[in-house]
């Protein structure tokens, strides 16, 4: 079965600290892979996706990256920080020609 | 662009009794997915319920079911006997045609008094 796993669970950073936060999922090959950020009592936010290795598409300019080294790793980073980048982050996948997403427990982050 | 709806910031609802979430949805796709996610005050998203539009029947997952108006493009997901657990935020969501995205609602708190 696939599971989905982001880490780390909670961060407090520094305004213009660097940030990186990893998700990797198992059980899957060539999923589809997405980062969402949520505010507190608010909806979801899609940041990037993936299709592929080295396939990114940004869905908001800001300042925020993503990569995908591997098949089933997908990466969210930063060069500096900053205090609107506090949120809640969550990875998901999507397989093949189905729709739905399944989405790893999330990363609080806390930027200072 | 195909949007979701949700008009229902909060609700609440009393320990078993039924409860019903509205959604409303607009596309000009034929075939799509529709789907209830649940995010309980742990913040994980899991997946409630899908339909897919080319299926008449609607979907039933245990407790909770979905009323699918197609022609209407309203798809509510009614819980019975509803559970402390229940209590959570609740997001409608659309997908379908090329994207490769899933278009969400902005949610439903669901409260549940014992």
């Known amino acids: 079965s696939q599971t989905i796993h982001q880490w780390p669970a909670t961060l407090v950073q520094p305004v213009g600290s660097p940030l990186s936060l990893e998700c990797t999922v198992e059980?899957?090959?060539?999923?589809?892979l997405y980062w969402y950020r949520q505010a507190a009592g608010r909806g979801l936010q899609l940041l990037f996706y993936s299709v592929g290795i080295g396939q990114i598409s940004s869905e908001v300019p800001q300042n925020l990256s993503a990569s995908r080294p591997q098949d089933r790793q997908f990466i969210l980073s930063s060069k500096k920080l900053l205090l609107s980048d506090s949120g809640f982050y969550l990875c998901a996948y999507r397989q093949g020609k189905s729709y739905e997403q399944y989405f790893g427990p999330g990363t609080r982050l806390t930027v200072t | 662009a195909q949007t979701v709806t949700q008009s229902q910031p909060e609700m609440s609802v009393q320990e078993a009794e039924t409860v019903t979430l509205s959604c409303t949805y607009d596309?000009?796709?034929?075939?799509?997915?529709l789907f209830w996610y649940k995010q309980p005050p742990s913040r994980q998203m899991i997946l409630v319920i899908r339909?897919?539009?080319?299926?008449?029947q609607n979907a039933t997952e245990n407790r909770f079911s979905v009323n699918f108006q197609k022609a209407a493009k309203s798809f509510s997901l009614k819980i019975s006997d509803s559970q402390l657990g229940d209590a959570a935020m609740y997001f409608c969501?659309?997908?379908?045609?090329?994207?490769?995205?899933?278009?969400f609602g902005t949610g439903t708190l669901l409260a549940v008094q014992p």
């Open positions: 596309t000009s796709e034929s075939d799509y997915y």
């Open positions: 339909q897919e539009a080319y299926k008449q």
């Open positions: 059980g899957t090959s060539n999923p589809n």
């Open positions: 969501a659309y997908g379908g045609g090329a994207t490769n995205k899933l278009i």
